[in-house]
């Protein structure tokens, strides 16, 4: 129903909200909206219109309208090869789109640089994390704050005119540090850091510029379960304090966890928008990404037996079907379906 | 053999003429690829460029400060065109690019068509755009001598000379080091690591390539004119293997720390005079002649600096530390 009201509009009646930011909220906003791809949200940060991407003859991304909740954690799954990490690139300026519009609060991005697109206020990290090897943890923090005058060629040479800013930045930093259980790392080089501290790292230097939007490429990918919880509360955190945060992740449990909305990408559309556990039992959703058993625990050995059975059955079954069509990755799984 | 003449030469290379412009060469290719992970293969070309802009403009009788000008501006416009096409792209184009326009500048400076500017092959003799800067001397006429080392004070390779060019060289370390402590020095480290990253984190990458770039190979332009004040601008002594000296200078004294270039440039002169002064007198002509000893000491210099750059590939006063990580 709230499909159709204009956008921007927020509900007269908000139920259960009892923050201006947090879960609450963006709970009570997001409870009147429609569960179909392209939906209108009352209150959107990031519009996204007609936006295409080609490689040669393959179409990467076509999306038609995407709107991204203000204050909400919006999960982005998909198959591999959706184009999940090549809409990040194009709405965070990485890529050029084929075609296509797309504002971030309300000021058009089209065609924006990187660089611009990060001092507007909308942070990424990669999905390959960039830590810069052969700098300290301490000094890719700093690297990461906005505003700084000393990274102007002349007053660089002036020290007095940077170092009250220099210092108010190694506090954040140090701050920071201490949150992500990086502090006593922060004299290392950040090459010498494990993988998952990396990603800690990537994660706590995008956070310098106190964005208004953080967009993470696979967060947990390669991270240990322990490390997971303490990511989780960070991401969770990060809503509490008003940030947008739009992530790709591949580990349903988390995105179950803590999205609060999710889109659904195959073949470079999307396909699917609502809550987790909507979107999950949606059988369109499940048979083009998720799988029959994505509730289960594939390390339970009765169903691994049932599953060879099933395998053995489909594959006698199907094995010409599946040679036939040379297709994508959609189609791949249709056929074994 | 005849030692202490050996010595006084080869303890006179530590502070020539020479090596102080080679020595602010390296700094200007330190801040290049030390600093920002620029790849350029051309900065004899920048050095050039400065000669021939001071040379020739002191030839039409400008004032020295006016010539210096012209020389560090002909640098800045070559930077900015070089950057213009290339730091967008990945930086082994950057590579192609600057060899090529340093070979470029090198071959019309040769060309019979600029005779009447540049002198073509025999280039511009030094007796030409000498008195200005001889001139600016406060120093009276004659010789002195200070211990075994005696020079004259003002004309060519003189005392003179060796002031200015080691005040630039301090000069220019102090530049570099405040720069690669401060927040702008930050962002070029971080370029170097991954240009992604920084561009994600709300830096103009292209705009700060761009000021190292400049900056660099302006002070390139300083160290050409260090280079021809006490000697000829002579192009073909100005090419590719001018480059590749500097190269070595930088990646043997460190790359990325304040005094690696100067302490790579005395040690690659130095040596160089040590094998070639002790093979001219103790190798007898009958099986090597002057100037295939010549040839040799380039020989013995390449390979030594091949094993130095192998078994200690962070240079002299690199960081080991810094450089294990990462290594691909």
């Not at chain 2, 660099?216 to 590749?244: C, E, K, N």
Request: hydrophobic share 45%; aromatic share 8%.
């Amino acid at each position: 129903m709230s499909a159709d009201l204009p956008r921007g509009h927020v509900p007269p009646h908000v139920p259960h909200a009892t923050t201006a930011t947090g879960k609450d909220r963006v709970t009570a906003d997001l409870s009147h909206v429609a569960h179909t791809p392209g939906v209108h949200k009352p209150d959107a940060i990031v519009v996204a219109d007609g936006v295409t991407r080609h490689f040669g003859g393959m179409t990467a991304v076509d999306v038609g309208h995407l709107e991204v909740q203000r204050g909400a954690i919006t999960a982005l799954i998909g198959p591999n090869g959706a184009g999940k990490t090549t809409l990040f690139n194009l709405l965070t300026g990485f890529d050029k789109p084929s075609t296509g519009t797309w504002s971030f609060e309300g000021r058009s991005l089209s065609g924006v640089s990187a660089a611009r697109v990060a001092r507007s206020g909308m942070v990424r990290t990669f999905q390959l994390t960039k830590a810069l090897s052969r700098m300290t943890v301490i000094e890719n923090m700093r690297l990461g704050a906005a505003q700084q005058p000393g990274e102007n060629l002349l007053t660089a040479l002036v020290p007095p005119l940077w170092k009250a800013r220099e210092k108010e930045i190694t506090e954040q930093a140090e701050e920071l540090l201490v949150r992500f259980k990086l502090d006593a790392k922060r004299d290392d080089f950040a090459g010498s850091l494990s993988g998952g501290q990396r990603k800690l790292l990537e994660m706590a230097r995008a956070l310098m510029s106190n964005p208004t939007m953080v967009m993470l490429d696979e967060p947990m990918a390669g991270v240990n379960p322990a490390l997971t919880q303490s990511l989780l509360g960070h991401i969770q955190a990060l809503r509490e304090d008003g940030t947008t945060v739009l992530f790709v992740e591949h580990d349903m449990h988390m995105v179950r966890h803590i999205s609060d909305w999710v889109v659904v990408m195959a073949e470079g559309k999307i396909v699917a928008e609502g809550p987790p556990e909507d979107v999950m039992a949606d059988q369109a959703v499940i048979d083009a990404y998720l799988g029959a058993h994505h509730d289960t625990d594939l390390g339970d050995d009765a169903l691994l037996e049932d599953g060879i059975q099933r395998l053995e059955a489909e594959e006698a079954g199907e094995v010409t079907d599946a040679f036939a069509d040379t297709g994508s990755t959609t189609t791949t799984q249709e056929g074994t379906r | 053999m005849d030692w202490s003449r050996i010595l006084v030469n080869v303890a006179g290379e530590i502070f020539a003429p020479t090596t102080a412009a080679y020595a602010l060469a390296a700094i200007g290719l330190n801040v290049h690829f030390g600093l920002t992970g620029l790849l350029n293969m051309g900065q004899a070309g920048f050095m050039l460029l400065g000669a021939y802009g001071f040379a020739i403009s002191t030839i039409a009788g400008w004032p020295l400060w006016a010539a210096v000008l012209v020389a560090l501006a002909c640098a800045a416009v070559f930077g900015l065109l070089l950057g213009i096409p290339t730091l967008k792209l990945r930086g082994d184009y950057l590579a192609i690019v600057t060899i090529a326009a340093a070979e470029i500048v090198r071959l019309i400076g040769r060309s019979t068509a600029l005779t009447d500017l540049t002198g073509a092959s025999s280039g511009l003799r030094g007796n030409s755009y000498k008195d200005t800067f001889q001139d600016a001397s406060p120093f009276p006429d004659g010789t002195f001598a200070l211990g075994p080392f005696e020079y004259s004070l003002n004309a060519s390779n003189s005392w003179w000379i060796r002031l200015v060019g080691w005040g630039l060289v301090a000069l220019a370390c102090l530049l570099v080091w405040l720069l690669m402590r401060s927040p702008w020095g930050r962002v070029l480290k971080g370029i170097r690591e991954d240009e992604d990253a920084v561009r994600s984190l709300g830096k103009n990458v292209y705009s700060y390539k761009m000021q190292s770039l400049v900056l660099g190979g302006v002070i390139g332009a300083a160290a050409g004119i260090i280079y021809v004040l006490p000697r000829a601008v002579q192009p073909d002594s100005m090419g590719r293997p001018m480059t590749f000296f500097i190269w070595t200078i930088l990646l043997l004294g460190g790359a990325a720390t304040v005094f690696g270039p100067v302490l790579g440039s005395i040690i690659f002169w130095v040596s160089l005079m040590l094998i070639k002064s002790v093979m001219r007198e103790g190798v007898p002509t009958s099986i090597m002649r002057t100037e295939q000893i010549e040839q040799f000491g380039w020989i013995i210099v390449g390979v030594t600096l091949m094993l130095l750059v192998i078994f200690r590939p962070q240079g002299i006063l690199g960081d080991k530390k810094e450089l294990a990580i990462d290594v691909r």
